[in-house]
């Protein structure tokens, strides 16, 4: 994925959409798509399409349904480029053409009702990754009135960035993914000394996210000082 230092030094402070998953939120879906894909089974002849349309090669989705034989995994980015440097990767042109069968990701959080809305017009089920605040918005639970959704929820606010995330990130599911309400277990949050990041972030931003660190740690020393 090309990208900009000046898009790399803002991604780099977490203040966007573009939020990596790391692996440990990517794995809790394991038990709930496997059931899925049980039923799929039992129902057709033929391997279910699972498009990851947020997503690089270098993805945690990408990399843990790679795992998978009995699947065709396709995915996409918002972002993807022709190598003329034209964005190619517009998920709403996408979905008008993209054949898949069930859709697994971590959208872009501005975006989210909508991509909520063109999921259930296409009744296709979907398992996203969202920000769980994201039901205090009125316009979302209207959505859901009509559209019944369930949810996985981690019992750990697991951080993107290594930081002690400020707010907790679970599956939203279509009910045709999953109907119910369930926590699950992680062993820890994903930050500081058990920080793992998503292999979607470049070595550039590897660099300034270390360099950030070091300055925060430095900052910190001056004030004990």
């Not at 230092?5 to 692996?23: H, Q, R, V």
């Not at 769980?132 to 019944?148: C, K, L, R």
């Not at 999953?178 to 931003?205: A, C, R, T, W």
């Amino acid at each position: 994925m090309a990208t900009t230092f000046n898009n790399i030094a803002k991604s780099n402070d977490f203040d966007s959409d573009e939020l990596y998953t790391p692996m440990c939120l990517v794995e809790i879906i394991k038990p709930f798509f496997e059931d899925w894909l049980n039923k799929w089974y039992s129902k057709n002849n033929r391997k279910p399409i699972v498009w990851c349309p947020f997503d690089t090669e270098k993805s945690s989705f990408v990399k843990f349904f790679q795992r998978y034989d009995n699947i065709d995994l396709v995915w996409s980015h918002l972002i993807d480029e022709d190598g003329e440097g034209h964005f190619t990767g517009n998920f709403f042109e996408k979905v008008k053409t993209q054949d898949f069968d069930i859709v697994i990701s971590n959208p872009p959080f501005s975006e989210k009702l909508r991509i909520f809305q063109i999921l259930d017009e296409k009744n296709k089920p979907w398992a996203l990754i969202c920000n769980m605040m994201a039901i205090n918005y009125q316009e979302v639970g209207s959505h859901f009135v009509d559209h019944p959704v369930g949810f996985i929820i981690p019992d750990k606010k697991v951080s993107f960035d290594g930081n002690t995330a400020s707010f907790c990130s679970g599956y939203y599911c279509s009910d045709s993914f999953f109907s119910g309400n369930k926590f699950v277990h992680l062993k820890d949050n994903n930050s500081k000394q058990y920080f793992k990041p998503s292999e979607m972030i470049s070595e550039l931003e590897l660099i300034l996210f270390k360099k950030k660190k070091i300055k925060e740690l430095e900052e910190l020393k001056l004030k004990d000082e």
